[in-house]
DNA sequence: ATTAGCACTCGTTCCTCTTGAGTGCTAACA
DNA sequence: TGTTAGCACTCAAGAGGAACGAGTGCTAAT
């Protein structure tokens, strides 16, 4: 990328953006110049943002008001200019240490992650529970409930459970369920849920007959529902904390979408092998998160993407911040995970 | 209950209550004077007005504004002067039509009724899912998921499934847990939750001997988690549409106090008998209430108390209509999840 | 190229004044 | 004796205006 700005610019570009993240309040040149990293007059100061105004990368409120940084000043910011910063190894051992005390369940371990999240940076969290694709099937019980439906419960080799409610093709009995449990038990333990009804399909022919196509259909759905996932969202009132949400209106269309529970998609896992994701205010699919930014960032286990997470904060936000503790968030919970759901012995994987 | 205040106090007063609740300004003599129902000159109303200040019904926020009830004139008033309204017909068909389109998981009602108790009336409703202690066992897993632990997965007789990690004592290998859980499949489907543990020790004495007590006891685990009962908070930032909230530092503290997650315990049931309980304002054990008031109602199946739901908004609240609505919900609620439990069929008794 | 100097802009703050909704009290009235 | 008209008084809220000051842009000197 060629130099779009010269350093001097660069630099007080930087130093308006830091300051605005600070104060919220609009930059003007005496306070630049009062700073130890600008030795500039005043004058020149101004000459310099009145440059950078015109290139778009700062805006006035108003005539006699400082300049504030424009979406596109956040966006250089964000990639060329602020320090990635790291935590301190006791930051990042403080947060490793309070996931691990997690580690009995899933479902704990994502709502503390959120809790964190949203409590280390005063922003609000999103996290989305790990997908269970690649979940093995470990014990699953197929129980009639009423003519016509029977619950699946599946317990995988990470242990976590899930229970799921089917249609039961007409004609198959309480016996039939009883045997095509009895049959995964024995034989599909280990292999993939994606693959199970695939694979048991020409053991079923063997066991039920013509009916096997409408069973295996009827299980399919269970890993369908496996692919429901849960994302906790913690933080939402933390917004009212920032003078941006000072008028009661806008704190309230704020807090009406994230009640929606739709603002999860904002989250939704990045294109495989990104790993982090900004966007800055209007970059933002969603209209009402247009004075936002989100930073979203994939976790992994095994070396696979299985999740991602979140904050969501004002577009002057702690960049630098919010990138570093999402980092160290992302590595903590994969490996908080990689640990529970090692408990996977036996893979049997499906021949295509 | 002697008459605390004759007739014209009391229309007063209702008038003022009705015009407060509907304005949140001070009500003037002048203001009431002017309503249909009260037909008296501002100055006689002053004189009366005066009288209610005194008694504590009514507050001046200061020397030259309207009167504001006080928390004791909206106690007077929900208890003998509101007309205890009832929904029309049209009314509450919708709800329970609303309601009967989400039979198919308990869960999915709770939260679709917390869904609409928040929407009807614009406040925050906060829901507890029925109580599961008389549910009765249908089928159960024990399933080994690492040395030491097991999974219990639980079906009961009313479609409801709940997963509870397990301590496993020493020495049950998981051959026992097998040989315990077709025991209790074969033994004691129908019987209370509560009860198996205690009613199958002589058959797990006969089973596994003198490991028999420590087994029960793990199973009592079961009935212990099973007691853990989720709730449903909607509508948190309907708040900040009332002017008691328009400052945010208020609004804040109260929406982290709904975060925190523990507002359920203000809808704690009831004593038994007790349907309906009004808190106003200081009534309430939470600090972080005092300025609001809290509806809750309890719900039924089968003529026993399972579960209680409520409503939370400022002291200004439209009381009548609330407790219209809430009537109206309890009604439904209870009789759609009958409908949704009335699966259970073999009941057997604890003899005790 | 930088900076000091200066006139100018404009939002914020702080007064003061006015307005009006409300009161309490007193005296007249039915 | 209860009700009401009248009046002086209070006080929050709003309007208007001066003073302030943080900021700008421009020009001329360094």
Redesign the interface.
């Known amino acids: 990328m060629t130099q779009l700005l010269d350093v001097r610019k660069m630099n007080i570009l930087r130093a308006i953006v830091d300051d605005y993240i600070l104060t919220a309040a609009p930059v003007g040149s005496r306070t630049l110049s009062k700073r130890d990293d600008i030795e500039l007059s005043p004058a020149t100061i101004r000459n310099e943002m009145s440059d950078l105004t015109e290139l778009g990368f700062l805006e006035q409120p108003h005539t006699s008001a400082g300049r504030v940084p424009s979406e596109k000043a956040y966006r250089l910011y964000v990639s060329n200019i602020m320090d990635r910063a790291r935590l301190t190894d006791e930051e990042s051992e403080y947060i490793r240490r309070h996931l691990e005390q997690r580690v ?2 899933v479902g704990d371990v994502i709502r503390e992650t959120a809790r964190m999240l949203s409590g280390i940076t005063n922003y609000t969290s999103v996290v989305q529970s790990p997908k269970m694709k690649n979940a093995r099937l ?2 699953i ?1 197929l ?1 009639p ?2 003519e016509g439906t029977a ?1 699946a ?1 599946v ?1 995988t080799n990470s ?1 976590s ?1 899930s ?1 799921t ?1 089917l249609t039961v093709p007409a004609g198959i009995t309480a016996q039939d369920l009883d045997k095509i449990t009895h049959l995964m038990n024995d034989r599909m333990t280990g292999y993939k849920i994606t693959d199970v009804h695939r694979t048991l399909l020409p053991l079923l022919r063997e066991e039920i007959g013509e009916q096997a196509d409408s069973v295996a259909e009827m299980l399919g759905g269970i890993s369908d529902d496996l692919s429901k996932r849960s994302v906790e969202v ?4 933390n917004m ?2 920032y003078p941006e ?2 008028d ?2 806008k ?2 269309s704020f ?2 979408e ?2 929606k529970g739709e603002i999860f998609k904002e989250v939704l896992p990045n294109e495989d092998g990104v790993e982090m994701t900004i966007r800055i205010g209007a970059e933002n699919d969603n209209p009402e998160l247009k004075d936002c930014s989100v930073i979203t960032v994939s976790y992994s286990v095994g070396g696979e993407q299985v999740g991602s997470m979140g904050v969501i904060g004002p577009t002057r936000m702690d960049y630098s911040k919010v990138v570093a503790v999402l980092k160290c968030m992302s590595e903590s919970l994969g490996s908080v995970l990689s640990k529970m759901l090692k ?1 996977s012995e036996s893979h049997k994987e499906l021949k295509e």
């Open positions: 009995s369940e470990k014990h019980s129980i409930v009423t619950l419960v317990v242990g459970t229970s409610m913690v933080g939402a009132a009212l904390d949400y000072a009661v209106s704190a309230k807090l009406s994230i009640e408990g």
